[in-house]
């Protein structure tokens, strides 16, 4: 079989390694190219944030498959690799030494990149953001050597190193621009939780705050200078303000592009022979009705299955109820549903809320958009189930532990 028969996946991640994994699943036995700019075999994000960070798991815990899997199925794992630019109409992508590669199926599995502080000093040692491997191993080793850590941005990955530099016995403030973290995707009941839960780790949180400097000597930056005028020392600073999906290679192919690249419900991009997974995918979603993109590992694992079926021209569509989880302290909560900010009606909570140990669901015009479980366990399916029936709740009845979960699910 001639080069340009050949599937191709750019971006050796989770969504790249599952969708080569899928593919020889399905049967495809065709060349198969997995292309990466990491040294590194692909490997699994949470870990970074959670267990390995804190040191609770080793490094070989966080790859995807073992060293031999790639050759012993065959995959072609181009490592240290980056593609540069992607010609739809030849069916080939160019590489940074300046050679190129046929397909005669892409997927795009590029995912995304932390958004960069801008302001003055920015660019100092100390400055630390969190996406690879290394990343961690940055911030493990700061978080051993800092007495004083300053986290700018009160989302999951600022909260997650928060509670990992508490764990490592640093001082910790966390600084975000909103009211309340997590403000935009749990709404002002949940991410209240959140709050008492740093506080009464001795967590310094500052809310409605904005960066205007950081500070430093020597290059080396020794803490933030607020809007407001006022400093707060550090001799470690994580930055956690978002991240951006990495569309370029698309935007310049010319395939349809917007929060991430547009897919289809099979994933399929504006371009038949290419298709997106992961991060970086804009994903019609037939469950909700309507384009979604969800930078969390759920999808990361799951969607490239739809992905390399679709390409082999299965029938297939990700409708998977979006999920996502978070470790902090001795708090473990897993999400499932998809609200827009302030797009739900009220949020019901069930248990002990005080005591962090309760589910949360938000309701829009009568129906469970979304539940969350807190210190709550074997109970994320059945909400899952509740948000994919849809079905009109007794508002009452659903506030109340005696009543089993299994009443709410759709007929």
Same mark, same amino acid.
């Given at each position: 079989?001639?080069?340009?028969? @050949? ?5 050796? *991640? ?17 060349? !198969? =190219?997995?292309?990466?700019?990491? %040294? ?30 790639? &050759? ?8 240290? +690799? ?16 300046? *050679? ?23 660019? &100092?040692?100390?400055?630390? #953001? ?10 493990? @080793? ?13 989302? /999951? =990955? ?5 509670? &990992?530099?508490?764990? @490592? ?47 430093? %000597? ?22 956690? =303000? ?12 010319? !395939?349809?592009?917007?929060?991430? =690249? ?6 399929? +991009? ?13 994903? #019609?979603?037939? !469950? ?8 969390? /590992? #759920? ?8 992905? @390399? ?9 990700? $409708? ?41 669901? /938000? !309701? ?12 709550? /366990? ?32 759709? $007929?």
């Amino acid at each position: 079989m001639n080069a340009d028969a @050949a599937y191709m996946i750019v971006g050796a *991640s989770l969504a790249g390694a599952k969708a080569a994994e899928t593919l020889r699943e399905e049967g495809f036995d065709g060349p !198969l =190219i997995l292309i990466g700019e990491e %040294t590194e075999r692909p490997y699994e994000r949470p870990p970074l944030s959670k267990d390995y960070l804190l040191g609770k798991a080793e490094r070989e815990t966080i790859y995807v498959h073992p060293q031999a899997w790639y &050759a012993e199925h065959d995959v072609d794992l181009r490592l240290g +690799t980056r593609v540069t630019a992607l010609d739809p109409a030849a069916h080939e992508v160019t590489l940074a030494d300046g *050679s190129r590669a046929g397909y005669a199926k892409l997927l795009l599995a590029t995912g995304s990149s932390p958004r960069r502080l801008s302001v003055p000093g920015a660019d &100092a040692d100390g400055v630390l #953001y969190l996406r690879r491997v290394g990343d961690s191993d940055q911030i493990k @080793a700061a978080f051993q050597a800092a007495s004083r850590v300053a986290v700018v941005g009160g989302g /999951w =990955i600022g909260l997650e190193t928060a509670a &990992a530099a508490r764990a @490592a016995g640093a001082q910790v403030t966390v600084l975000e621009r909103g009211e309340l973290p997590l403000l935009r995707v749990l709404g002002r009941e949940a991410a209240q939780v959140f709050a008492d839960l740093h506080r009464d780790h001795g967590v310094d949180l500052r809310f409605g705050v904005q960066v205007a400097e950081i500070t430093g %000597t020597g290059g080396r930056a020794d803490g933030v200078r607020l809007a407001d005028g006022g400093h707060v020392r550090a001799d470690a600073i994580i930055a956690g =303000i978002g991240i951006t999906p990495n569309t370029q290679l698309a935007e310049a192919a010319g !395939l349809q592009v917007g929060n991430g =690249i547009i897919t289809d419900a099979r994933l399929r +991009t504006s371009d038949p022979d290419i298709y997106a997974a992961g991060d970086v995918a804009h994903a #019609y979603h037939p !469950l909700l009705g309507q384009p979604i993109r969800v930078d969390h /590992w #759920y999808n990361a694992l799951h969607q490239p299955h739809t992905a @390399a079926k679709a390409m082999l021209g299965q029938d297939a569509a990700y $409708d998977r109820v979006p999920y996502f989880y978070t470790d902090q302290y001795d708090l473990g909560m897993e999400y499932a549903g998809y609200v827009e900010p302030g797009g739900y009606d009220q949020v019901v909570f069930r248990g002990d809320v005080p005591g962090r140990e309760f589910i949360a669901f /938000w !309701l829009g015009g009568g129906r469970v958009l979304a539940g969350m479980n807190v210190n709550v /366990w074997d109970v994320n399916e059945v909400i899952q189930a509740i948000v994919r029936g849809g079905r009109a709740v007794d508002v009452a009845r659903l506030a109340s532990p005696d009543v089993p979960l299994e009443e709410f699910l759709g $007929d």
